[in-house]
Nanobody, 114 residues
Framework: VQLQASGGGLVQPGGSLRLPCTAS????????MTWYRQAPGKQRELVAR???????NYADSVKGRFTISEDNAKNTVYLQMNNLKPEDTAVYYC?????????WGQGTLVTVSS
């Protein structure tokens, strides 16, 4: 499984970004797609997850502001981020769980600053 994440950039507080993650290769039997993030000096944390059944879960810090969704026709998962805050600044990573294995995309940097 190969994952291509993009969409990061510099945005002002209160702004929005959408991060797409496109999967290719052996994408059958992917059980869940997850966005993680890692801020400088902090551990990587789960941001949002969507399962093949469409169930979603979010970190408390992003509930009501972030939405994870999927476009199966494009093999792409999106993380829509609204009302961004400086504390959302981090490198965001896309993850796929397939048959007990984790696959990671390259990170995309999101910087929230005025």
């Amino acid at each position: 499984v190969q994952l291509q994440a993009s969409g990061g950039g510099l945005v002002q507080p209160g702004g929005s970004l959408r991060l797409p993650c496109t999967a290719s290769g052996s994408i059958r039997s992917i059980g869940a797609m997850t966005w993680y993030r890692q801020a400088p000096g902090k551990q990587r944390e789960l941001v949002a997850r969507i399962t093949t059944g469409g169930s979603t879960n979010y970190a408390d810090s992003v509930k009501g502001r972030f939405t994870i969704s999927e476009d199966n026709a494009k093999n792409t998962v999106y993380l829509q981020m609204n009302n961004l805050k400086p504390e959302d600044t981090a490198v965001y990573y896309c993850n796929a769980m397939r048959r007990g294995f984790d696959y990671w995309g390259q990170g995309t940097l999101v910087t929230v600053s005025s």
